[in-house]
């Protein structure tokens, strides 16, 4: 698959003031391998006081937390989206994002970039942030 450049990004001071502003994150993709990037991103966000809600097809808690299948199938509100998936599975997450309507925030870890989806939760209202490392760039802002 080739990679896309990301036409559309936040700004490092945006990406500071997400951070700065959301409280309950949905890991989408989050593994229940600790040795995989999204249980060590999870884990560090989780450590550094925002609340993480885990989505993934199997397990029923992973980092103590309870296991949601999807999206739409988590009962409270949620501030952002941080995507483990591959790029082409960002379209239906950038619709399930607005069909929540209370997503603020689509944020596409590093190596992953879809701009068509990207433009979407955009489109909708959503702060958009595409091939950034949500961990290293909260230890940039808190050293």
């Not at 999206?71 to 950038?94: G, H, Q, T």
């Not at 990207?118 to 961990?135: F, I, L, T, Y």
Request: charged share 25%; glycine share 4%.
């Amino acid at each position: 698959m080739e990679c896309e450049f990301p036409t559309v990004n936040a700004t490092d001071n945006e990406i500071k003031m997400i951070l700065e502003k959301v409280k309950t994150i949905a890991v989408l993709g989050l593994s229940p391998d600790s040795s995989k990037d999204s249980y060590r991103v999870a884990e560090y966000l989780k450590n550094a006081g925002y609340t993480i809600i885990p989505v993934y097809p199997k397990e029923e808690t992973i980092l103590g937390e309870k296991v949601y299948r999807s999206l739409a199938e988590i009962p409270y509100a949620v501030d952002m989206v941080n995507i483990f998936r591959k790029p082409d599975a960002l379209d239906s997450i950038a619709d399930a994002c607005i069909a929540r309507g209370d997503v603020k925030v689509f944020w596409a870890q590093k190596g992953i970039v879809n701009n068509e989806a990207a433009e979407k939760a955009r489109s909708a209202g959503m702060d958009v942030v595409q091939n950034h490392c949500s961990m290293v760039e909260h230890r940039l802002i808190h050293g």
